[in-house]
């Protein structure tokens, strides 16, 4: 499955999974934020949505 | 129509939204194919053997570790200029994307210099400048959050980058100033005769292509969280004072 990378075999791999577990983790830690900071903000909405129609109709 | 349009935070966000899955799927497509072709389908150099494969990821790494921070002088300078949040938020989202990329750099680097060079690190103009760039990401990132006004946060932090934007010239420069260092010049040349050859040269370009718009998706992404994010300040800040 994979090439014959001879020698130079370990510092090859150690590249690779190095620069794509970095990669992954930039994405995983973006998307996880996105979506945390976005429910967080819908939160706050509704939340200042709610008590302003409150105080509209009290 | 002008492109101030998109300093809008709405505008930039709907617009975003729309073009975030195309740019996703894109930098997917094109990472996957420029590192399966390199790793599986390329042959070993004659002199670097099987570690040449390393530039399909070390190459890409470093052009987007420098043209990150020049996308984030654009947009300070958008912001000392014009004052829209959103091109200061812009290169705020930038920066991390931007350090990682050094890391790569700098890690794929150090892999391959230690059988090729024999030696993990030299202090050689290009790899020098490179760690200071890495350094000017972290305290740029730690500017921001150091700050709890946006406003003054942007300031600092765009006369950072525009002080930092010497070393993002310098790592790319470097070998044509300091004729001295262990780095020999760019790997890829324009000049046909210069060039890699071909084999190499094709999924080393799909690479930095994916490279490049995984860059752009991941500005997107977090341009649009920081906008949110900023938005949640104040709101959270009007509660307060209620």
Redo the contacts between chains.
């Keep these: 499955m994979l090439?014959?990378?001879?020698?130079?075999?370990g510092?090859?791999l150690?590249?690779?999974a190095?620069?794509l577990t970095?990669?992954i983790l930039?994405?995983l830690f973006?998307?996880m934020?996105?979506r945390r900071?976005?429910r967080?903000?819908e939160d706050?909405?509704a939340r200042?949505g709610r008590s302003t129609k409150e105080a509209s109709d009290g | 129509m002008s492109i101030w349009e998109y300093a809008n935070p709405v505008k930039f966000i709907r617009t975003t939204d729309r073009l975030l899955p195309w740019f996703s799927w894109a930098a997917l497509s094109c990472l996957a194919i420029g590192l399966i072709w390199g790793f599986f389908f390329t042959p070993d150099d004659f002199r670097q053997g099987s570690t040449v494969k390393i530039i399909y990821l070390h190459v890409p790494a470093a052009l987007m570790a420098i043209n990150a921070w020049l996308m984030m002088l654009v947009a300070s300078l958008i912001w000392i200029v014009r004052r829209h949040h959103v091109s200061a938020l812009a290169a705020r989202a930038a920066a991390p994307v931007g350090a990682v990329m050094t890391v790569i750099a700098l890690a794929t680097g150090a892999i391959w210099g230690q059988p090729m060079w024999g030696t993990w690190w030299a202090w050689d103009p290009r790899l020098t400048s490179f760690l200071i760039l890495f350094l000017f990401y972290l305290g740029y990132i730690a500017l921001w959050s150091a700050i709890e006004d946006d406003d003054t946060a942007a300031d600092l932090t765009s006369i950072l980058c525009l002080v930092g934007s010497v070393f993002a010239l310098l790592s790319r420069y470097a070998v044509l100033f300091w004729n001295q260092g262990l780095h020999q010049e760019a790997t890829f040349s324009a000049d046909k005769e210069q060039n890699i050859a071909d084999v190499f040269w094709y999924p080393a370009v799909i690479s930095m292509v994916g490279f490049a718009l995984l860059f752009i998706a991941l500005v997107f992404l977090r341009t649009q969280t920081e906008i949110r994010a900023r938005r949640a300040r104040a709101l959270l800040a009007r509660e307060r004072t209620l």
């Design positions: 090439p014959d990378l001879g020698k130079y075999a510092y090859v150690s590249a690779y190095v620069s970095l990669i930039l994405v973006s998307v934020r996105a900071v976005r967080e903000l706050i909405e200042q």
